[in-house]
């Protein structure tokens, strides 16, 4: 089992920071696939960037150049700097960690942004 711990989530304004951490157990973590997508009021789970073990890391259109996801294998640790933040940004956001075929979820953070 993979425990996950999400933090970093709030309300911002428009045009405004937040960092979002996901901590995740497990001795493997640096063979982990993982992800951060999110959910707004009535819509469904999107992805918003990943970041394999090896690779490349992507992102959905809609946050590229304003999003960076990162990971600190020494500390167990996925971010997702948010940067230049909008309305449309505001949703729920889960980390998502893949170990093989088996995947794990967090319990989600609350990301807000309004004047």
């Known amino acids: 089992q993979v425990q996950l711990v999400e933090s970093g989530g709030g309300l911002v304004q428009p045009g405004g920071s937040l960092r979002l951490s996901c901590a995740a157990s497990g001795s493997t973590f640096s063979a982990y696939y993982m992800a951060w997508y999110r959910q707004a009021l009535g819509k469904q789970r999107e992805l918003v960037a990943s970041?394999?073990?090896?690779?490349?890391?992507t992102y959905v259109d809609s946050v590229k150049g304003r999003f960076t996801i990162s990971r600190d294998n020494a500390k167990n640790t996925m971010y997702l700097q948010m940067n230049m933040l909008k309305p449309e940004d505001t949703a729920v956001y889960y980390c998502?960690?893949?170990?093989?075929?088996?995947?794990?979820w967090g319990q989600g953070t609350q990301v807000t942004v309004s004047s």
């Open positions: 998502y960690v893949r170990r093989g075929a088996e995947p794990f």
């Open positions: 970041i394999p073990r090896i690779g490349i890391t």
